[in-house]
Nanobody, 123 residues
Framework: QVQLVESGGGLVQAGGSLGLSCAAS????????MGWYRQRPGKQRELVTT???????YYADSVKGRFTISRDNAKNTVYLQMDSLKPEDTAVYYC?????????????????WGQGIQVTVSS
């Protein structure tokens, strides 16, 4: 019911910047929280940052002060600006969205995922 399409990413040198975006589409009443997870080589997927529909944000300690999440509710799009990138930020980044199909809350609320996008930071 919800498709998430990510764009951006790529290869950058340490200290550089990259931006990611993720657009949600489909037949859904409301997108609640949106966020980004990442999976580094040999590691489990981890939460990076989230933003509510009201604009409240959360950041993992490892990216606080370097990454900035924002969203455009009218476009159902979330953005991730990544600055001062480090080699340890190298990962596949996944967009996540919590969607409320009918505006009625559970059990009509579900988690949706993008296909993942590679970010590589060279030293």
């Amino acid at each position: 019911q919800v498709q998430l399409v990510e764009s951006g990413g790529g290869l950058v040198q340490a200290g550089g910047s990259l931006g990611l975006s993720c657009a949600a589409s489909g037949s859904i009443f409301k997108i609640n929280a949106m966020g980004w997870y990442r999976q580094r080589p040999g590691k489990q997927r981890e939460l990076v940052t989230t933003i509510t529909s009201g604009g409240s944000t959360y950041y993992a300690d490892s990216v606080k002060g370097r990454f900035t999440i924002s969203r455009d509710n009218a476009k159902n799009t979330v953005y991730l600006q990544m600055d001062s990138l480090k080699p340890e930020d190298t990962a596949v980044y996944y967009c996540n969205a919590e969607g409320d199909l009918y505006g009625l809350g559970p059990p009509y609320v579900g988690d949706y995922w993008g296909q993942g996008i590679q970010v590589t930071v060279s030293s």
